[in-house]
């Protein structure tokens, strides 16, 4: 069973635009909802997450928009640069039971 | 601070055999999770331990198992290798002093390759 559903699996984008990853839950326990950016032969890191009880957090370029009672939320990279091309998951997660989503590769162009 | 460390970062192993995975969290951490990430299934949660106790676990057969060291330490073990049990594991730590959710922080992960 998919707990957390992520879209679109791929995303190419042009620099200096805004990139847009959506992901919507199903478990209404999950509390803790991160972001993690993945480069090939890496670990996944740790970009930005956010609680329930807040509807947005902005870090820099990076800003989650999280809505409770559509059970979703969503990952904007303004500015989209190069260095940004990675793998993105979404997750939820409920006392570090973390669940993630398929993931987003995302390409920015040059 | 030093970062999630993992060991080995690459392994092969035959079927039938099995494996044991090292990881030290982050100083200070004592929450420890396993995960395992494939091309197919992505990242799923394997278990997380906490001061020496598993506290959550995911949906895997009884091939995979943990444990936690007293200095906060985990290994992980995978008995009786099939060729499925090929993936990249990933151990995370957090700082979660109870059963919330706190930010995890993974490590490089160990490459394994059944064959």
Known sequence: ?110 | KAGVTQTPRYLIKTRGQQVTLSCSPISGHRSVSWYQQTPGQGLQFLFEYFSETQRNKGNFPGRFSGRQFSNSRSEMNVSTLELGDSALYLCASSSSPGRDSYEQYFGPGTRLTVT
């Open chain 1, 1 to 110: 069973q998919q707990q957390v559903k992520q879209s679109p699996q791929s995303l190419i984008v042009q620099k200096g635009g805004i990139s847009i990853i959506n992901c919507a839950y199903e478990n209404t326990a999950f509390d803790y909802f991160p972001w993690y950016q993945q480069f090939p032969g890496k670990g996944p890191a740790l970009l930005i997450a956010i609680r329930p009880d807040v509807s947005e957090k902005k870090e820099g370029r990076f800003t989650i928009s999280f809505n409770k009672s559509a059970k979703q939320f969503s990952l904007h990279i303004m500015d989209s640069q190069p260095g940004d091309s990675a793998t993105y998951f979404c997750a939820a997660s409920r006392a570090n039971d973390m669940r993630f989503g398929a993931g987003t590769r995302l390409t920015v162009k040059p």
